[in-house]
């Protein structure tokens, strides 16, 4: 299996599991996605409040979530941080790739 990454959720360490965003709060997204382009993952953590994490992802196996335009895979199964490759990513120039264009940012749910 390739290199997978995750950008996302800040404050992760190697060891822990990453949950989907409907679980966090931070989207509606059932399932764990990574990419095996690291500039994809980048992209992703920029999009974060604040900035996001990358990490490089372990799981057991993955499949193309239903109408992906770029290189997204969905974790079937556990997916644990295997590795932090960059914290705090705040980088505008790293969303200018067109194919993540169409990513929206991510709300956080108000607790109150």
Same mark, same amino acid.
């Given at each position: 299996? %390739?290199?997978?990454?995750?950008?996302? *959720?800040?404050? $992760?360490?190697?060891?822990? $599991? $990453?949950? &989907?965003?409907? +679980? *966090?709060?931070? =989207?509606?997204?059932?399932?764990? @996605?990574?990419? &095996? !382009?690291?500039?994809?993952?980048?992209?992703?953590?920029? #999009?974060? %409040?604040?900035?996001?994490? *990358?990490? #490089?992802?372990?799981? +057991? /196996?993955? +499949? &193309?979530? %239903?109408? =992906?335009?770029? =290189?997204?895979? #969905?974790?079937?199964?556990?997916?644990?941080?295997?590795?932090?490759? #960059?914290?705090?990513? /705040?980088?505008? @120039?790293?969303? /200018?790739? &067109? +194919?993540?264009?169409?990513?929206? %940012?991510? @709300?956080? /749910?108000? !607790?109150?």
């Amino acid at each position: 299996m %390739p290199v997978l990454y995750h950008g996302g *959720v800040p404050g $992760l360490d190697p060891g822990e $599991l $990453l949950l &989907p965003g409907a +679980e *966090v709060g931070a =989207s509606h997204s059932r399932c764990v @996605k990574v990419t &095996p !382009d690291l500039e994809a993952a980048i992209g992703f953590a920029a #999009r974060w %409040p604040g900035g996001g994490d *990358v990490y #490089r992802v372990r799981c +057991e /196996r993955t +499949e &193309p979530p %239903p109408s =992906s335009g770029f =290189s997204l895979l #969905r974790v079937v199964g556990p997916a644990v941080v295997a590795g932090v490759i #960059r914290r705090g990513v /705040r980088d505008p @120039k790293a969303m /200018r790739r &067109p +194919e993540l264009a169409r990513v929206k %940012p991510i @709300k956080r /749910r108000s !607790d109150g």
